[in-house]
T-cell receptor, first 115, second 114 residues
Framework: AQKVTQAQTEISVVEKEDVTLDCVYE???????LFWYKQPPSGELVFLIR??????QNEISGRYSWNFQKSTSSFNFTITASQVVDSAVYFC????????????FGTGTRLQVFP | DVKVTQSSRYLVKRTGEKVFLECVQD?????MFWYRQDPGLGLRLIYF???????EKGDIPEGYSVSREKKERFSLILESASTNQTSMYLC?????????????FGPGTRLLVL
């Protein structure tokens, strides 16, 4: 069955620290997609990244980077040199082909960055 | 920019009332979705729609219905609101670019049922 686990409920760091948010997924499909979303206090989910199961290359976007490892079924998200504006709830999600519309979300990790 | 709007940010209703939550997207997307978000449970899919007048049940459709009379508007209806429907409701629209599909979300509606 599909499942996404974000074991870290809440993380607190001080500004400029690096922080990694963990995401472990379960799926029986060979074709699937993984996502990360950010939900700031305003409430709107902001799309960060989409990765398909055939592309295990790590991705870097500014201070954000993602480490996709099929061997451990993980898709971890690292923020380098965290800032107060990074404070939010972060969700990892999974969808499987062919019904890629159905997103299965993890329970989220609340990140608090203190100045 | 993709724009998904929801009619209300906060809503307070009484048990038994009929509640309409409206969602509008301005990008001519065919696929739209309604989720509810609860602490410790993440987001769960209530209903989605592939096109006008089409709807599909998600994981937790009980107690809800939807309406899609126009492509840009997808409404979630609580026929008789109950306190266990107090939640954050998020609407999403699917964007496909270069064969990649991504859901974009509205700001959410926090519903309190008394």
């Amino acid at each position: 069955a599909q499942k996404v686990t974000q074991a870290q409920t809440e993380i607190s760091v001080v500004e400029k620290e690096d922080v990694t948010l963990d995401c472990v997924y379960e799926t029986r499909d060979t074709t699937y997609y993984l996502f990360w979303y950010k939900q700031p206090p305003s409430g709107e989910l902001v799309f960060l990244i989409r990765r398909n199961s055939f592309d295990e290359q790590n991705e870097i976007s500014g201070r954000y980077s993602w480490n996709f490892q099929k061997s451990t079924s993980s898709f971890n998200f690292t923020i380098t040199a965290s800032q107060v504006v990074d404070s939010a709830v972060y969700f990892c999600a999974l969808s499987e082909a062919p019904n890629t519309d159905k997103l299965i979300f993890g329970t989220g990790t609340r990140l608090q960055v203190f100045p | 920019d993709v724009k998904v709007t929801q009619s209300s940010r906060y809503l307070v209703k009484r048990t038994g009332e009929k509640v309409f939550l409206e969602c509008v997207q301005d990008m001519d997307h065919e696929n739209m979705f309604w989720y509810r978000q609860d602490p410790g449970l993440g987001l769960r899919l209530i209903y989605f729609s592939y096109d006008v007048k089409m709807k599909e049940k998600g994981d937790i459709p009980e107690g809800y219905s939807v309406s899609r009379e126009k492509k840009e508007r997808f409404s979630l209806i609580l026929e008789s609101a109950s306190t266990n429907q107090t939640s954050m409701y998020l609407c999403a629209s699917r964007w496909t670019v270069f064969g990649q599909e991504t859901q974009y979300f509205g700001p959410g509606t926090r519903l309190l049922v008394l």
